[in-house]
T-cell receptor
Framework: DTAVSQTPKYLVTQMGNDKSIKCEQNLGHDTMYWYKQDSKKFLKIMFS???????INETVPNRFSPKSPDKAHLNLHINSLELGDSAVYFC????????????FGSGTRLTVV | KQEVTQIPAALSVPEGENLVLNCSFTDSAIYNLQWFRQDPGKGLTSLLL?????REQTSGRLNASLDKSSGRSTLYIAASQPGDSATYLCAVRGAGANSKLTFGKGITLSVRP
Protein backbone atom coordinates (compact mmCIF):
# COMPACT_ATOMS: atom_id res chain seq x y z
CA ASP A 1 0.00 0.00 0.00
CA THR A 2 2.21 2.80 -1.28
CA ALA A 3 1.01 6.12 0.13
CA VAL A 4 2.42 8.36 -2.63
CA SER A 5 3.39 6.63 -5.85
CA GLN A 6 5.10 8.13 -8.88
CA THR A 7 5.65 6.74 -12.33
CA PRO A 8 7.99 6.29 -14.00
CA LYS A 9 10.87 5.86 -11.59
CA TYR A 10 13.44 6.59 -14.29
CA LEU A 11 13.02 8.59 -17.48
CA VAL A 12 15.73 9.10 -20.10
CA THR A 13 14.81 11.23 -23.07
CA GLN A 14 16.26 13.46 -25.73
CA MET A 15 16.27 17.22 -25.76
CA GLY A 16 13.16 18.71 -27.28
CA ASN A 17 10.86 15.85 -26.36
CA ASP A 18 7.70 16.16 -24.27
CA LYS A 19 7.25 13.89 -21.26
CA SER A 20 4.87 13.36 -18.35
CA ILE A 21 5.29 12.13 -14.80
CA LYS A 22 2.31 10.80 -12.88
CA CYS A 23 1.61 10.88 -9.16
CA GLU A 24 -1.12 9.36 -7.05
CA GLN A 25 -1.75 9.41 -3.29
CA ASN A 26 -4.07 7.23 -1.25
CA LEU A 27 -3.78 9.12 2.03
CA GLY A 28 -6.91 11.20 1.57
CA HIS A 29 -4.85 14.38 1.60
CA ASP A 30 -6.31 17.44 -0.11
CA THR A 31 -3.04 19.00 -1.28
CA MET A 32 -0.33 17.70 -3.56
CA TYR A 33 3.04 19.11 -4.54
CA TRP A 34 5.85 18.78 -7.02
CA TYR A 35 9.39 19.32 -5.78
CA LYS A 36 12.59 19.34 -7.82
CA GLN A 37 15.88 18.08 -6.44
CA ASP A 38 18.80 19.45 -8.40
CA SER A 39 22.30 18.05 -8.90
CA LYS A 40 23.36 19.57 -5.59
CA LYS A 41 20.54 17.68 -3.87
CA PHE A 42 18.62 20.85 -2.96
CA LEU A 43 14.84 20.35 -2.83
CA LYS A 44 12.71 23.21 -4.05
CA ILE A 45 8.96 23.43 -4.47
CA MET A 46 7.59 23.88 -7.97
CA PHE A 47 3.81 23.62 -7.70
CA SER A 48 1.06 22.90 -5.22
CA UNK A 49 -2.56 21.92 -5.87
CA UNK A 50 -5.35 21.94 -3.32
CA UNK A 51 -8.53 20.09 -4.36
CA UNK A 52 -7.54 20.42 -8.04
CA UNK A 53 -6.83 24.13 -7.72
CA UNK A 54 -3.34 25.56 -8.26
CA UNK A 55 -2.27 27.41 -5.12
CA ILE A 56 1.50 27.63 -5.40
CA ASN A 57 3.39 28.28 -8.60
CA GLU A 58 7.01 29.08 -7.97
CA THR A 59 9.19 30.59 -10.66
CA VAL A 60 9.12 27.67 -13.05
CA PRO A 61 9.37 27.87 -16.87
CA ASN A 62 5.98 27.60 -18.53
CA ARG A 63 7.24 24.48 -20.30
CA PHE A 64 6.20 22.78 -17.05
CA SER A 65 2.47 22.29 -16.73
CA PRO A 66 0.92 20.48 -13.78
CA LYS A 67 -2.51 18.94 -14.04
CA SER A 68 -4.71 17.63 -11.25
CA PRO A 69 -7.72 15.63 -12.48
CA ASP A 70 -8.80 15.01 -8.87
CA LYS A 71 -7.36 15.55 -5.44
CA ALA A 72 -5.67 12.14 -5.42
CA HIS A 73 -3.70 12.73 -8.62
CA LEU A 74 -1.18 15.32 -9.74
CA ASN A 75 0.66 14.93 -13.02
CA LEU A 76 3.55 16.96 -14.39
CA HIS A 77 3.93 17.51 -18.11
CA ILE A 78 7.15 18.98 -19.47
CA ASN A 79 7.39 20.34 -23.01
CA SER A 80 10.52 20.84 -25.08
CA LEU A 81 12.84 19.24 -22.56
CA GLU A 82 16.23 20.86 -21.98
CA LEU A 83 19.46 19.50 -20.53
CA GLY A 84 18.93 21.64 -17.43
CA ASP A 85 15.68 19.84 -16.67
CA SER A 86 17.66 16.78 -15.63
CA ALA A 87 16.90 16.26 -11.95
CA VAL A 88 14.90 14.14 -9.57
CA TYR A 89 11.26 15.16 -9.31
CA PHE A 90 9.38 14.33 -6.13
CA CYS A 91 5.66 14.31 -5.61
CA UNK A 92 4.30 14.89 -2.10
CA UNK A 93 0.99 15.29 -0.34
CA UNK A 94 -0.32 16.79 2.88
CA UNK A 95 -3.47 18.16 4.42
CA UNK A 96 -3.60 21.92 3.84
CA UNK A 97 -4.08 24.28 6.73
CA UNK A 98 -3.38 21.64 9.33
CA UNK A 99 -0.24 20.84 11.18
CA UNK A 100 0.30 17.53 9.46
CA UNK A 101 3.47 16.28 7.87
CA UNK A 102 4.27 15.79 4.22
CA UNK A 103 4.55 12.37 2.64
CA PHE A 104 6.84 12.04 -0.35
CA GLY A 105 6.93 9.65 -3.26
CA SER A 106 10.10 7.82 -4.18
CA GLY A 107 11.00 10.25 -6.96
CA THR A 108 11.40 10.22 -10.73
CA ARG A 109 14.94 10.57 -12.02
CA LEU A 110 14.75 12.49 -15.29
CA THR A 111 17.79 12.51 -17.55
CA VAL A 112 17.75 14.64 -20.67
CA VAL A 113 20.42 13.75 -23.23
CA LYS B 1 10.82 34.45 2.64
CA GLN B 2 11.66 31.42 4.73
CA GLU B 3 15.26 30.22 4.63
CA VAL B 4 16.46 27.02 6.22
CA THR B 5 20.13 26.45 6.96
CA GLN B 6 21.91 23.26 7.89
CA ILE B 7 25.56 23.41 8.85
CA PRO B 8 27.88 21.62 8.31
CA ALA B 9 27.08 20.15 4.90
CA ALA B 10 28.88 16.92 5.76
CA LEU B 11 29.88 15.09 8.91
CA SER B 12 31.95 11.97 9.50
CA VAL B 13 31.98 10.25 12.89
CA PRO B 14 33.10 6.89 14.30
CA GLU B 15 30.49 4.34 15.17
CA GLY B 16 28.99 4.66 18.64
CA GLU B 17 29.18 8.43 18.91
CA ASN B 18 26.21 10.50 19.97
CA LEU B 19 25.74 13.36 17.56
CA VAL B 20 23.69 16.47 17.00
CA LEU B 21 22.58 17.83 13.65
CA ASN B 22 21.60 21.46 13.60
CA CYS B 23 18.96 23.34 11.64
CA SER B 24 18.05 27.01 11.71
CA PHE B 25 15.22 28.92 10.03
CA THR B 26 14.52 32.60 9.56
CA ASP B 27 10.73 32.89 9.93
CA SER B 28 9.26 31.58 13.18
CA ALA B 29 5.69 31.57 11.81
CA ILE B 30 5.56 27.85 11.20
CA TYR B 31 3.06 25.03 11.57
CA ASN B 32 5.70 22.40 12.16
CA LEU B 33 9.19 21.17 11.40
CA GLN B 34 9.99 17.81 9.86
CA TRP B 35 13.24 15.86 9.73
CA PHE B 36 13.75 13.52 6.79
CA ARG B 37 16.35 10.96 5.87
CA GLN B 38 17.45 10.39 2.27
CA ASP B 39 19.65 7.49 1.24
CA PRO B 40 21.64 7.83 -2.01
CA GLY B 41 19.38 7.53 -5.03
CA LYS B 42 16.31 7.06 -2.86
CA GLY B 43 13.28 9.03 -1.74
CA LEU B 44 12.62 10.90 1.48
CA THR B 45 11.72 9.07 4.66
CA SER B 46 10.08 11.12 7.38
CA LEU B 47 11.86 10.64 10.70
CA LEU B 48 10.18 13.05 13.09
CA LEU B 49 7.52 15.75 12.93
CA UNK B 50 7.43 18.45 15.60
CA UNK B 51 4.42 20.73 15.84
CA UNK B 52 5.04 24.42 16.52
CA UNK B 53 3.59 24.04 20.02
CA UNK B 54 5.91 21.16 20.90
CA ARG B 55 9.46 21.22 22.21
CA GLU B 56 10.63 17.77 21.17
CA GLN B 57 9.76 14.43 19.65
CA THR B 58 11.45 11.07 20.11
CA SER B 59 11.60 7.92 18.03
CA GLY B 60 13.98 5.18 19.06
CA ARG B 61 17.53 6.54 19.04
CA LEU B 62 16.38 9.82 17.49
CA ASN B 63 15.32 12.92 19.36
CA ALA B 64 14.39 16.19 17.70
CA SER B 65 13.96 19.47 19.53
CA LEU B 66 12.41 22.73 18.42
CA ASP B 67 12.96 26.26 19.70
CA LYS B 68 10.58 28.22 17.54
CA SER B 69 11.35 31.62 19.00
CA SER B 70 15.04 31.34 18.19
CA GLY B 71 14.45 29.55 14.88
CA ARG B 72 16.40 26.43 15.74
CA SER B 73 15.98 22.68 15.73
CA THR B 74 18.37 19.86 16.52
CA LEU B 75 18.28 16.18 15.64
CA TYR B 76 20.06 14.07 18.21
CA ILE B 77 21.20 10.59 17.18
CA ALA B 78 22.28 8.33 20.01
CA ALA B 79 24.88 5.60 19.63
CA SER B 80 25.35 6.13 15.91
CA GLN B 81 25.65 3.11 13.60
CA PRO B 82 26.98 2.71 10.04
CA GLY B 83 23.37 2.21 8.95
CA ASP B 84 22.67 5.79 9.99
CA SER B 85 24.83 7.02 7.11
CA ALA B 86 22.57 9.13 4.90
CA THR B 87 21.60 12.72 4.19
CA TYR B 88 19.43 14.32 6.85
CA LEU B 89 17.10 17.08 5.71
CA CYS B 90 15.35 19.62 7.88
CA ALA B 91 12.16 21.20 6.51
CA VAL B 92 9.78 23.77 7.97
CA ARG B 93 6.14 24.18 7.06
CA GLY B 94 5.13 27.82 7.02
CA ALA B 95 1.94 28.91 8.71
CA GLY B 96 -0.80 30.43 6.59
CA ALA B 97 -3.37 29.54 4.01
CA ASN B 98 -1.04 28.35 1.29
CA SER B 99 1.81 27.09 3.38
CA LYS B 100 4.64 25.13 1.86
CA LEU B 101 7.49 23.01 3.10
CA THR B 102 10.88 24.70 2.79
CA PHE B 103 13.99 22.54 2.95
CA GLY B 104 17.54 23.04 4.10
CA LYS B 105 20.33 21.68 1.91
CA GLY B 106 20.86 18.71 4.19
CA ILE B 107 23.71 17.22 6.18
CA THR B 108 25.42 14.17 4.72
CA LEU B 109 26.36 11.91 7.60
CA SER B 110 28.92 9.15 7.37
CA VAL B 111 29.30 6.79 10.32
CA ARG B 112 32.59 4.86 10.15
CA PRO B 113 32.68 1.27 11.46
Amino acid sequence: DTAVSQTPKYLVTQMGNDKSIKCEQNLGHDTMYWYKQDSKKFLKIMFSYNNKELIINETVPNRFSPKSPDKAHLNLHINSLELGDSAVYFCASSQLGQAGGYTFGSGTRLTVV
Amino acid sequence: KQEVTQIPAALSVPEGENLVLNCSFTDSAIYNLQWFRQDPGKGLTSLLLIQSSQREQTSGRLNASLDKSSGRSTLYIAASQPGDSATYLCAVRGAGANSKLTFGKGITLSVRP
